[in-house]
């Protein structure tokens, strides 16, 4: 029992170091530190990404000039 939970501690603990933060630079000077990969939305032209505290922040495509993997 007890190497099964040592098993799947390990497992989270691995799975929460791939994990990737990430940084956008925008027109205004901002670097934005993202928890989560960029994704755009084609449809609405918006990054989606996930701040450090969790949430759910939209950025318009035209605002980023780069992003980068930390």
């Known amino acids: 029992m007890m190497n099964k939970v040592i098993l ?3 497992c989270i603990l691995g799975l929460a ?3 990737s933060q990430y940084i956008m630079s925008t027109k205004d000077g901002k670097m934005i530190t993202t ?3 960029p994704k755009l939305d084609k449809d ?3 990054y ?3 701040d450090e505290e969790g949430r759910e ?3 318009k495509q035209d605002d980023v ?3 980068i993997e930390r």
């Open 8 to 10: 799947i501690l390990a």
């Open 17 to 19: 170091a791939c994990s």
């Open 35 to 37: 928890d989560s990969k």
């Open 44 to 46: 609405t032209g918006m």
């Open 48 to 50: 989606i990404y996930h």
């Open 57 to 59: 922040v939209m950025i």
């Open 65 to 67: 000039t780069q992003i």
